[in-house]
């Protein structure tokens, strides 16, 4: 099956793949512990015991790089996760059912539209205090809105297709229509979406740690490692290079699966 | 017609009250004090009080709403807590710069993104697609204020060849100062707009009356110009609707790195300052020339395609 | 076709940005002296703010009774001369002939009317200074009478603050107290403002009246607001600035072999510190604040921290004030002593919170490195960074556990000092750490009058010998301001007391 996969998912599943057993295998696969700081070796450059050199604190960079890919992954699973969820329900049963529950949802859907992305994930954090599960959760308060819109405009499409007339003059209950034939037929670029919004998600959260209300240390973390290393980049370009190599090396993967999925799934794309 | 942009006119309000209510809420629950904010940490709890007072934050929550939104019925946005200075001001004075930012983007970005987006749907799958495609991926997952210091640091610092920061004074000084920002913005978005344009294209490429056209013989090229790109603005237009709307308040990280006087500026310093009119004043602005925006586009879009419902 | 012509669009667009700079040459000649800070100028009402940038702007616009001279001892200002009667509750200033910046003459009268309503708005955000003042009044146009009501010593390093900048009484009157601070004040200082552009910059110009006939030496100045020190650096490189305000202890290295940059060593009147909670466990408990503090291996963490442009603190007050004691022998490293107190405290595996400021990578690594220390003796650390807004909320409520600080102050003189940092029934708790020793109250408002140099000495080191026996705060280093210069200028420094000599700065014929 997966020979017939087109190149670029083939590629970019290697690449998340590849970051998934480092994320898992992390304690393993490094030297050091991410967490301790050696203040006799700081700033030392790649090469020797240091694959990546060290950080401002004697940090080892490989193996913060490596056990960063843990918060990532999960900030991007769970980024995605929660407003793919809330966005899917509430846009399944406006579509299909309509009336007043899709009119109040789409006025909510307007209103979180209108708000600049950035700025209201912002203003969440900063009233919820900065770190991880705080950023997912203003995130499922925001982002929800788009899958919801996506997946909406499709069931008012399949709503009305023969198969689910069908399944309705048969009687089904309309949950069963929903989950059994709507969503089948339109998640598919919902998923497409969902991989290039995870790297939007990561991206969002680096932007946060360069604000300073990004994870809160001494998480790893790609986005605050960037950030922190940005400071040293004329002393120590390794501090900020390496996990700026990661987040982007993880973001091409995640952005290959799309295209391709996208490809095979016959979306937006023959 | 008419009517149906009546009607959408008529959403607006909802949403407007909406959003007042909703940016109300998020500041009453945001800790943190303006008062304590602009005195400092050594200034007494008497004097907090009495800045407090002067405010008019210790009236009841829904009070203050009320004045709010009597307010607003006016036309008045209400005074900065911080600065004593009308919002309506404050968001005048930033608004030119973010405005000069954004149509900066735009004349970047759209030349750019049709031309990419056009060859790479011409050339589907030839190498020159998956380079667009490689180098757009690549400058999308890219952090952008990682990005925006490396240029800083490369052509200001070193070469010289741009400032660091600022607007700088009339319209050459202008698009000199912020060259630089505007190509960083412009970098993480062309990414997107290509690849949503070129499966744009793609869409139509397949469509039965391109099919039908190139079964009667017409050439390639001759399709493309008559119907493809024809039939290709609309997601076009759409695509620029969103982009403009982006652009209003996404600027944020370039606007501080490259230290633009931009709203974007202003809505963070807000922010962190719980100057909560400003919050508010903005809030309220950027969710009006969104919907307007995006009223503008649809409006547009039913011109050019009568059967887009509005 | 059509992309040939995009593509000339496009390099049109990149000539006509790119050549200016070369056709446009050099900027105005104007000596204009540029200062990028993180500190944001909140108001221009010199009572209103006790935030650094505001402090910093109100110095320029408004002259004082006394100032400081190059060594930053006090010699006249407005005031020529002045009497301290025997019992030190009577002041008398004789002033100088001089005007405000709309050529109003200013009079004792506005002298009075600055300190009285420094006393009397409610607004004022610190008004230790006058607390006790009686009255201030004119006994003719340039005589000033201040009455306090017992003993006060610290007065006369007190008027020379920024915050006793001397105001137009027509003018605040005429105005309103708000109105006649929110645009362009009427200013007796070196500076007038040309424009105040919030959230960005406040331009300045010369105050063509200023009483120091020749000052400023330059054509203006504009202190210029920008949050990331990335930036701030990159416009000092580019020449786009004179000095910045702020940098961090990661640019050191860089901006040291940087030939057009100077980094001066300038003593700063402030120290850092650790704050402990003492209304909460596990810190309410003395056995566990010792520990903290002897966990801490304070030289190596200064020597990582500062890169040795400072030392370590011996006492928790800052070095350069009257009655610091440099003899005060600080913390010993020991390790064994402090896993061994944790026991006996039970404290072992106790969950300890760091409250730190976002964005600051410098307060982050200080945080990193105590959170090592402190694991290394069973406390179970977690560092928690939030904005601004959000830390001094949870300082004022008393809501942390531990927090890592550093605090200024605005002259030589201990009494504003100790009544902010260690004495806990003078208002803000003793730096919201709920720290209550009656014994140091008692002396705090002992020093405040007395008026023997000797006794005042004892008097302040005994503060300091029992807040530190307390371990009422952990001190950690002395620093000076991590500023950077352009070597195009001359003559501009930041005084101990965070004041620019900014009238005396010019560019370097």
């Given amino acids: 099956m997966i020979a017939r996969w087109p190149k670029s998912l083939r590629f970019g599943a290697g690449i998340v793949l590849l970051w998934l057993i480092a994320a898992v295998l992390a304690p393993w696969l490094t030297p050091a512990d991410p967490y301790a700081i050696d203040l006799d070796n700081t700033l030392r450059p790649p090469g020797g015991d240091w694959l990546m050199g060290t950080d401002h604190v004697g940090r080892d960079v490989f193996t913060r790089v490596v056990f960063a890919a843990r918060i990532d992954i999960w900030m991007g699973v769970m980024g995605v996760l929660a407003p793919l969820l809330i966005g899917v329900t509430i846009g399944l049963f406006a579509g299909y059912f309509g009336g007043l529950f899709d009119s109040v949802m789409m006025r909510i859907v307007d209103i979180t539209l209108a708000f600049p992305f950035l700025i209201l994930v912002l203003a969440i954090v900063a009233m919820l205090g900065p770190g991880i599960t705080n950023f997912i959760i203003a995130l499922a308060l925001v982002a929800w809105v788009s899958y919801a819109r996506l997946i909406r405009a499709d069931v008012m499409v399949v709503k009305n297709a023969e198969y689910v007339q069908a399944a309705r003059t048969l009687g089904f209950s309309s949950p069963l229509i929903i989950f059994k034939h709507v969503l089948p037929n339109t998640i598919s670029p919902i ?3 969902a991989m290039t919004d995870m790297v939007l998600v990561v991206l969002a959260g680096a932007s946060l740690g360069f604000i300073g209300l990004g994870v809160q240390p001494p998480t790893a973390e790609w986005g605050a490692m960037i950030a922190d290393g940005q400071a040293y980049i004329t002393e120590a370009w390794w501090v900020s290079f390496f996990p700026g190599l990661a987040a982007v090396s993880f973001g091409i993967g995640l952005s290959l699966i799309g295209d391709g999925l996208a490809r095979m799934l016959r979306i937006g794309d023959t | 017609m008419f009517l149906k942009v009546g009607k959408r006119l008529g959403h607006i309000l909802p949403v407007l009250l909406g959003i007042s209510i909703v940016s109300f809420g998020l500041i009453q629950l945001t800790p943190g004090d303006p008062a304590r904010m602009i005195l400092g940490n050594k200034a007494s709890v008497e004097a907090v009080e009495a800045v407090r007072e002067r405010m008019g934050l210790n009236e009841p929550v829904l009070q203050q709403y009320g004045n709010y939104m009597l307010n607003l019925v006016q036309g008045d946005l209400g005074e900065s807590l911080r600065y004593q200075q009308p919002v309506s001001e404050l968001i005048m004075q930033f608004l030119p710069v973010t405005g000069f930012l954004a149509l900066y983007v735009i004349v970047l970005t759209v030349p750019l993104t049709i031309l990419l987006g056009i060859l790479a749907a011409r050339n589907r799958g030839r190498w020159i697609d998956q380079l667009i495609r490689m180098t757009s991926v690549l400058g999308m997952t890219m952090p952008v204020f ?6 800083l640091r490369i052509f200001s610092v070193e070469l010289g060849w741009f400032p660091v920061s600022g607007f700088g004074t009339g319209f050459v000084g202008h698009l000199h100062h912020l060259f630089l920002p505007a190509v960083s913005v412009s970098i993480y978005l062309i990414p997107v707009l290509v690849r949503n344009l070129r499966a744009a294209l793609l869409e139509e490429m397949n469509a039965d009356y391109v099919v039908a056209s190139r079964s009667k013989g017409l050439p390639e090229g001759y399709i493309f110009r008559r119907h493809i790109l024809k039939n290709a603005s609309l997601p076009t237009l759409n695509l620029f609707g969103v982009l403009i709307t982006w652009l209003i308040g996404g600027t944020v990280i370039v606007e501080l790195v490259y230290a633009i006087p931009g709203l974007g500026t202003l809505m963070f310093n807000a922010i962190l300052g719980r100057d909560y009119s400003v919050i508010q004043g903005l809030t309220l602005f950027y969710a009006f020339s969104t919907v307007i925006i995006t009223l503008v586009t649809d409006m547009l879009s039913a011109l050019i395609d009568p059967r887009i419902e509005l | 076709m059509i992309f040939t012509r995009l593509l000339i669009c496009c390099l049109l667009i990149f000539l006509t940005t790119v050549i200016p700079k070369s056709v446009a040459g050099e900027e105005d000649e104007a000596d204009i002296i540029r200062i990028v800070s993180l500190y944001r100028t909140q108001t221009l009402d010199p009572i209103k703010s006790v935030f650094t940038g505001s402090i910093e702007a109100f110095g320029q616009l408004y002259t004082r009774l006394l100032r400081l001279d190059e060594n930053d001892e006090l010699i006249p200002g407005l005031a020529l001369r002045w009497e301290i009667s025997a019992d030190a509750t009577d002041y008398t200033f004789f002033l100088r002939k001089a005007k405000f910046s709309d050529g109003s003459p200013i009079t004792a009268d506005d002298v009075a009317f600055t300190l009285l309503r420094m006393r009397d708005d409610p607004e004022a955000a610190y008004s230790e200074t006058v607390e006790d003042m009686q009255n201030a009044w004119a006994i003719d ?19 020379e603050t920024a915050f006793l900048g001397i105001v137009s009484r027509a003018d605040v009157e005429r105005r309103g107290s708000v109105d006649a601070f929110s645009d362009i004040p009427v200013s007796s200082g070196p500076y007038q403002v040309v424009e105040w552009r919030r959230n960005d910059r406040l331009i300045l110009e010369p105050n063509p009246h200023y009483w120091r006939a020749g000052y400023p030496l330059n054509d203006g100045a504009e202190l210029i607001e920008v949050v990331d020190v990335n930036t701030r650096i990159a416009m000092l490189q580019a020449g786009e600035v004179d000095a910045v305000r702020y940098i961090q202890n990661s640019h050191f290295a860089e901006l040291s072999e940087d030939p057009d940059v100077v980094l001066p060593v300038e003593p700063a009147m402030r120290v850092s510190v650790l704050l402990l909670n003492h209304d909460r466990p596990p810190f309410s408990d003395k056995r566990v604040r010792e520990a903290a503090a002897l966990a801490l291996d304070m030289d190596r963490i200064t020597k990582a921290m500062l890169r040795g442009r400072g030392r370590t603190a011996n006492t928790l007050l800052p070095e350069q004030l009257e009655f610091y004691d440099p003899d005060f022998p600080g913390w010993e490293y020991n390790p064994d002593r402090a896993r061994q107190l944790i026991e006996e405290a039970g404290a072992t595996g106790a969950d300890v919170t760091i409250n730190i400021t976002a964005p600051d990578s410098d307060w982050e690594m200080a945080a990193l490195i105590v959170q090592s220390y402190w694991g290394a003796i069973g406390l179970n650390v977690i560092i928690q960074k939030m904005d601004q807004a959000l830390y001094e909320q949870r300082l004022e ?6 927090s890592i600080e550093w605090w200024y102050n605005d002259s030589k003189e201990p009494d504003l000092a100790v009544r902010w940092a260690l004495c806990g029934s003078c208002g803000n708790r003793a730096y919201y750490t709920n720290y209550q020793n009656d014994r140091v109250d008692e002396l ?18 005994e503060i300091q010998a029992l807040a530190f026996r307390d ?8 620093f000076p301001w991590p500023n950077a210069y352009s070597t195009g200028i001359e003559g501009l420094r930041l005084r101990p007391s965070t004041q620019w000599t900014l009238e005396e700065a010019r560019r370097v014929p």
Wanted: charged share 25%; net charge negative; proline share 5%.
């Fill in chain 2, 146 to 151: 990682w990005l925006a210091m490396l240029m």
């Fill in chain 3, 471 to 478: 371990v009422a705060q952990i001190p950690l280093y002395y």
């Fill in chain 3, 397 to 402: 409520d008393g809501d942390y556990d531990s």
């Fill in chain 1, 191 to 193: 998923i497409v979406y």
């Fill in chain 3, 141 to 159: 146009d340039h005589t000033l009478r201040v009455r306090f009501n017992s003993a006060n010593i610290p007065f006369l390093q007190g008027v």
């Fill in chain 3, 444 to 461: 705090v408002e002992m020093g405040t009058a007395e008026m023997d140099p000797d006794r005042r000495r004892e008097i302040y080191r």
